[in-house]
């Protein structure tokens, strides 16, 4: 898959199916709207064409979330689809001030040659989130383009969106975030050096930049580890270490049985179980205590899950 950066790296097209949106989770729902998309790129003979923002608009308006995917995995997980090109826009102020037909006739027109659109029932676009799939419908016979509105997913009832996944998450339900994943949750990236504090005390620990500001889990967890195709079991937190007085977000997984150097290779961390919330400890030795606990709780789950 061609990944764009910018519109200005965008060689006008002469057509394609595309869809639009922030796509965190690449969700159940979004799948629905992904697999069509590539379904009729591919009756048309036409290149598919995913939309999406290097900033999110919230983001930008000051009302960031968390994101569920980092950009590596969101991007991965659009390939594994079979979309053909994926528009990375970042959204400041120049583009928060489009208005919704620029947006279409510059954007969708000239730049992507759009032949046929998919959007979901809540798509909204533009300046103030002026326009709608009314707006877009009316413009698309204009410009002779078709379109297509794509019906939210409901599981039992729920519709499925990336907000009611964070809720899950940080709730530290993960067999209902799987079901609306359509897979584990998980968090992937480049192990790298730490401050070594885990392995003066018996811990050794593999640290992974999240690479976000605010993280969908926040706490102690059981979790499984990938590293080139083989999975092994461990306990990972996620938080900003109060105890030893930290002020950045890491991700620290102690992985049970292992000891291979991992520096600079990706590994990815699958969620299973949460263990309890982040806390501060009194004293270094209450936090090896409770890492012990934490260890053997989770070694307790895994093996109950093999029982």
């Given amino acids: 898959m061609e990944l764009i950066r910018g519109l200005h790296n965008l060689k006008s097209l002469s057509g394609c199916v595309l869809t639009i949106g922030n796509f965190d989770g690449v969700h159940v729902g979004h799948q629905e709207i992904l697999k069509k998309l590539v379904k009729k790129a591919k009756e048309l003979g036409l290149p598919s064409l995913v939309i999406s923002f290097s900033v999110t608009p919230e983001t930008f308006f000051g009302r960031p979330k968390a994101r569920i995917n980092n950009f590596r995995d969101k991007h991965l997980l659009l390939e594994s689809l079979g979309v053909d090109k994926h528009l990375l826009i970042r959204f400041n102020k120049s583009f928060s001030e489009l208005k919704a037909a620029d947006f279409v006739n510059k954007v969708l027109v000239e730049k992507t040659g759009v032949r046929y659109c998919l959007v979901g029932d809540d798509f909204r676009f533009g300046k103030g989130r002026e326009g709608d799939f009314s707006m877009l419908k009316q413009m698309s016979l204009e410009h002779n383009f078709e379109l297509q509105k794509i019906k939210g997913v409901s599981i039992e009832g729920l519709r499925v969106s990336s907000s009611e996944i964070r809720n899950m ?121 409770q890492i012990q606990k934490d260890v053997e709780k989770s070694k307790f789950f895994f093996k109950a899950k093999k029982d």
């Fill in 169 to 289: 998450l940080s709730k530290g339900d993960f067999k209902s975030a799987e079901i609306f994943l359509g897979r584990p949750f998980s968090i992937s990236g480049k192990v790298a050096h730490g401050d070594q504090i885990g392995r003066t005390i018996g811990f050794p620990t593999a640290n992974i930049g999240i690479k976000r500001k605010l993280s969908p889990v926040l706490g102690v967890y059981s979790v499984n580890i990938v590293h080139n195709s083989d999975t092994y079991a461990g306990v990972c937190n996620v938080g900003r270490r109060p105890t030893l007085g930290g002020t950045k977000t890491l991700l620290e997984v102690f992985i049970f049985d292992f000891d291979q150097e991992i520096y600079s290779e990706y590994v990815k961390v699958i969620f299973r179980q949460k263990c309890r919330d982040e806390i501060k400890f009194g004293s270094f030795d209450e936090l090896k205590e």
